[in-house]
């Protein structure tokens, strides 16, 4: 089965500052790679997606990235502001979706 | 779009009763609704699939009899904790599927239900 793994576990940065969290994975038939923000207490809220055939995607202060042949995919948010702070969580699917084990990110005033 | 609900939010029950948790597609219909548990500052943990009109397919280690699931239909599915024992108090996630818009793989989920299992 896929097997997703994420880093850091933990990432505190400045505010303004860029914050990076990279996920590798296992099964090359995965082919959607979207990326969650879990707030204390609510559940995970889709943040951006990418899919297997786009090599980059952006929104706002988001970015995601993707390399096939290496397996991995990473989140890039810009701009970091007190709220983005939360855990992030990536996921690898090819109908059912293997999640990572989450970063936890905190944005520093 | 795209908004899950879950009901109730947060439980609390006696050790030995039953409680139902239902989750619900608000403004699209779901033929694939999934159920995970997660622990405090851990991962999502996938206990089950749910298709509309058809049995669950549970993942390993996931005993069905204590986790009953039912998706009756299109836009509700049900996730039953049967004789709940204390270790069994979690958070449970539900999410779905829109098979029927442009983003066919898409997840959304639902805020959650903290249970409490005294």
């Known amino acids: 089965g896929e097997n997703v793994e994420q880093h850091p576990s933990t990432l505190s940065v400045q505010e303004g500052d860029s914050a990076v969290i990279k996920c590798t994975y296992s099964?090359?038939?995965?082919?959607?790679f979207p990326w969650y923000k879990q707030e204390l207490g609510k559940g995970p809220q889709l943040i951006i997606d990418?899919?297997?055939?786009?090599g980059e995607k952006k929104d706002q202060r988001i970015a995601v990235t993707l390399n096939k042949t290496a397996k991995h995919f990473s989140l890039h948010i810009t701009e970091t502001q007190p709220e983005d702070s939360a855990v992030y969580f990536c996921?690898?699917?090819?109908?059912?979706?293997?999640f990572g084990d989450g970063t936890t990110l905190t944005v520093k005033p | 779009g795209a908004v899950v609900s879950q009901h109730p939010s947060r439980v609390i029950c006696k050790s030995g009763t039953s409680v139902k948790i239902e989750c619900r597609s608000l403004?699209?219909?779901?033929?694939?609704m999934f159920w995970y548990r997660q622990f405090p500052k851990q991962s999502l943990m996938l206990m089950a699939t749910?298709?509309?009109?058809?049995?669950?397919?549970?993942e390993q280690g996931v005993e069905k009899d204590k986790f009953l699931i039912n998706h009756a239909s299109l836009t509700l599915s049900t996730l039953t904790v049967t004789s709940a024992h204390p270790e069994d108090s979690s958070f449970y996630i539900c999410?779905?599927?829109?098979?029927?818009?442009?983003?066919?793989?898409?997840?959304?989920f639902g805020p959650g239900t903290r249970l409490l299992v005294l």
């Open positions: 999410s779905a599927i829109d098979r029927g818009g442009s983003l066919r793989e898409t997840q959304y």
């Open positions: 403004d699209f219909q779901a033929t694939t």
């Open positions: 749910s298709n509309e009109g058809s049995k669950a397919t549970y």
């Open positions: 996921a690898a699917s090819e109908g059912k979706s293997t």
């Open positions: 990418i899919r297997s055939n786009v």
């Open positions: 099964d090359s038939a995965s082919n959607y």
